[in-house]
T-cell receptor
């Protein structure tokens, strides 16, 4: 069965960076992409960016594109999200979700990771 | 960006009664491939979002048939025919047609 398993909770100070992993299993990793979505405590869902596991193409939310980098390691079927220059309002649950392979089709978001809580506090 | 507007934002429902959530998009959602990438999610307390429907009305595996979804153009609806206790949570619509993908604000369903 399809599973996305994310790395554990992290605490960072303002200005630091964090890298979250999302290990996929149960499907051919390169046949899909991964989107990252975050959710601040008690708030709604915010799309952060997408990466194709097929060709590495990316697309980022305009509000985050200067601070976020998405990568994949096809040898381990793992996607990564790095967020830099952390601020207190980056405190949120971060989710990976299986998504489209290319921009030629629409979004899937059919399977989600369990979420990773990132806390930014001095 | 395409704005997704849900209503109501809070939905108190008596067990066994129906419930309906509206989702409107600021632009039409038909993609170049002819599909409409409108997705509904359920997020139970303390859990990750779970996809319920994709491409407007296609029910995901394991979703009870008391849930239904329909719509076209820029007007979409999620219906629950008889609410059960396990339906408590927040429901989101999302468009995956235009970049960037955007979510509605969420509708919180609670038992009255």
């Amino acid at each position: 069965q399809v599973q996305l398993v994310q790395s554990g909770a992290e605490v960072r100070k303002p200005g630091a960076s964090v890298k979250v992993s999302c290990k996929a299993s149960g499907y051919t990793f390169r046949d899909f992409g991964i989107s990252w979505v975050r959710q601040a405590p008690g708030q709604g869902l915010e799309w952060m960016g997408w990466i194709s596991a097929y060709n590495g193409h990316t697309n980022y939310a305009q509000t985050l594109q200067d601070r976020v980098t998405l990568t994949t390691d096809t040898s381990t079927s793992t996607a990564y999200m790095e967020l830099r220059s952390l601020r207190s309002d980056d405190t949120a649950f971060y989710y990976c979700a299986r998504d489209r392979m290319t921009v030629l089709v629409g979004s899937h978001f059919d399977y989600w990771g369990q979420g990773t809580l990132i806390t930014v506090s001095s | 960006d395409v704005v997704m507007t849900q209503s109501p934002l809070s939905l108190p429902v008596t067990l066994g009664q129906p419930a309906s959530i509206s989702c409107r998009s600021s632009q039409g959602l038909i993609y170049i491939d002819g599909n409409t990438y409108l997705i509904w999610f359920q997020q139970r307390p303390g859990q990750s979002p779970r996809r319920l429907f994709y491409k407007v009305s296609n029910r995901d595996s394991g979703v009870p048939d008391r849930f239904s979804a329909y719509g076209s153009g820029s007007d979409f609806t999620l219906k629950i025919s008889r609410v059960e206790a396990e339906d408590v949570g927040v429901y989101y619509c999302m468009q995956g047609t235009h970049w960037p993908p955007t979510f509605g604000q969420g509708t919180r369903l609670e038992i009255k």
